[in-house]
């Protein structure tokens, strides 16, 4: 019984910053890999981010490498995405993901939130 929120998308200019964050209802939160994942009109869903259950590893797609971090805050139970130069090509609806301790694949992703970068 796990549910997942994103906030924080909005209309933003290129060069902007912009955090997400993703809210996890449930328990043991430090039992779940977190992801970010990205889809654009007309693209298939693809990973951006993803940190470890501690928080201690973490990687990124080649695309964001260098302008987005991924962390997150085990009491709290939220996984944030920090975007800095942001690019008219991030514009898509980004999702949060949970993928618990030995499973294969994320088995629990939120509803989306749409982040839209001017040029």
């Known amino acids: 019984q796990v549910h997942l929120a994103e906030s924080g998308g909005r209309l933003v200019q290129a060069g902007d910053s912009l955090e997400l964050s993703c809210t996890f209802s449930?328990?043991?939160?430090?039992?779940?890999?977190m992801g970010w994942f990205r889809q654009a009109p007309g693209k298939d869903r693809e990973f951006v981010a993803r940190?470890?259950?501690?928080?201690?590893?973490?990687a990124y797609a080649s695309s964001v490498k260098g302008r987005f971090i991924i962390s997150r805050n085990n009491a709290k139970k939220i996984v944030y995405l920090q975007m800095n130069s942001l690019k008219p090509e991030d514009t898509a609806v980004y999702f949060c993901?949970?993928?618990?301790?030995?499973?294969?694949?994320?088995?629990?992703w939120g509803q989306g939130t749409q982040v839209t970068v001017s040029s």
């Open positions: 940190i470890s259950l501690g928080g201690g590893v973490d």
């Open positions: 449930g328990h043991r939160f430090d039992n779940y890999a």
């Open positions: 993901a949970a993928r618990a301790s030995g499973a294969a694949d994320y088995s629990s």
